[in-house]
């Protein structure tokens, strides 16, 4: 694994981002976590990316809050392209 930020997926709408982080902190140390509102998916990006990977592996289709978590590592933020067809 190559970086150190996590895609978890699969979340309940109600999971909060300290719930998450005490979550992975068993770990490693959590740096960041940014759950995306009303999507069911965040980020959570650990200090290092051995740390990630046992995040991964140890939590990946683990149960939290009665649902199976969808671990994967993050991939870099693209730019969408702005539609030609917006109207103004």
Do not use: C, H, W
Request: no cysteine.
């Amino acid at each position: 694994m190559e970086g150190n930020k996590l895609y978890v997926g699969n979340l309940k709408y109600s999971v909060t981002n300290e719930e998450l982080k005490k979550l992975f902190s068993k770990y490693g140390e959590v740096k960041s976590v940014n759950i995306i509102e009303g999507k069911g998916f965040g980020f959570v990006e650990m200090s290092s990316s051995e740390e990630a990977e046992k995040a991964k592996e140890a939590l990946n289709n683990a149960d939290f809050e009665g649902r199976p978590l969808k671990i994967d590592e993050a991939r870099p933020q693209t730019q969408r392209p702005r539609s030609e067809y917006r109207k103004y």
